[in-house]
């Protein structure tokens, strides 16, 4: 469902057309003005495009670690995973000795 969202950032309103829904975007322009503000507290006496620019970098850098992370984590599933197969086929086969040995 695409539409048009009205969202607020950094005192400017924006007029933005979305096809997930306008709950997506006020919940990025909330992020946004969060890290805005944070910024501003930190550093007032930089330009708008500045604190603009930081807050875009900021984000960036969190998007990056936080792919890294996830990178890291579906690493070690795989390694789980394999651990996890080998374990049963190696159950399989004491399963199967023990039968065959049964008959």
């Known amino acids: 469902m695409s539409g048009t969202v009205e969202v607020e950032v950094a005192g400017r309103s924006y007029r933005l057309r979305s096809d997930e829904g ?10 946004v003005n969060e890290r805005i503000e944070a910024i501003l507290r930190a550093a007032p006496h930089l330009e708008k495009e500045e ?12 998007l990056l670690r936080q792919r890294a992370a ?9 390694q789980v995973v394999e651990a996890v197969r080998t374990r ?11 039968a065959a040995s049964q008959d």
């Open 88 to 98: 049963i086929a190696g159950l399989t086969k004491r399963l199967e000795q023990t």
């Open 22 to 31: 306008g709950a997506d975007l006020a919940a990025v322009a909330r992020l």
């Open 70 to 78: 996830g990178e890291a984590d579906s690493g070690e599933i795989e």
């Open 51 to 62: 604190v603009a620019i930081l807050a875009a970098l900021n984000m960036g850098d969190e």
